[in-house]
């Protein structure tokens, strides 16, 4: 027969009911940590990519569509949650950088064409564009190159001129 204070037995010593402030079997109790707002780190993560990455248009895209999108969520759940660092801040700076990102990659897009524009000039994108009109893919290509070659030969002949 075992007794309860005998220290090779498993039995908890005490009369068998838990102790005040401890659950069943002596372990205290489950703490009520402070929720957390985990996605609103995601959020400003996924915004920061969007931005640095802003010269890529539809990853750009999609990223800072993420990024809105978390924010958001990461607004509404941080007006749940009862604390100081609740991440409303962290969420609201995600979309803004979101935000950011999707303006940024418009300008770009647009610088880049305009400077393509210069450099093609305003005929020869016209020929692109008839080139683009053509039947098959081998037709367009070499219509495309052709083109491309000339662009690329009348750039050789202004710069040995100058």
């Given at each position: 027969m075992t007794t309860p204070n005998n220290p090779g037995n498993n039995v908890p010593s005490g009369d068998g009911y838990?102790?005040?402030?401890?659950a069943y079997g002596g372990y205290p109790a489950a703490s009520?940590?402070?929720a957390k707002n985990a996605i609103a780190p995601w959020a400003l993560g996924v915004s920061i990519?969007?931005?640095v990455l802003c010269w890529v248009p539809l990853?750009?895209?999609?990223?800072?569509?993420?990024?809105?999108?978390?924010?958001v969520i990461g607004i509404v759940k941080a007006g749940k949650i009862v604390s100081a660092k609740n991440g409303k801040g962290m969420s609201i700076a995600a979309v803004v950088i979101s935000v950011v990102a999707i303006v940024a990659s418009i300008v770009l897009g647009m610088l880049v064409f305009k400077a393509a524009e210069e450099f093609v000039g305003e005929e020869n994108l016209?020929?692109?564009?008839?080139?683009?009109?053509?039947?098959?893919?081998?037709?367009?290509?070499e219509c495309i190159?052709?083109?491309?070659?000339?662009i690329f030969e009348e750039e050789n002949a202004t710069t040995s001129t100058n």
């Open positions: 838990p102790q005040q402030g401890a009520s940590a402070p990519f969007a931005i990853l750009n895209w999609l990223l800072a569509l993420a990024g809105i999108v978390l924010g016209q020929r692109i564009q008839e080139c683009n009109a053509l039947p098959t893919a081998e037709e367009r290509d190159e052709k083109i491309g070659n000339e």
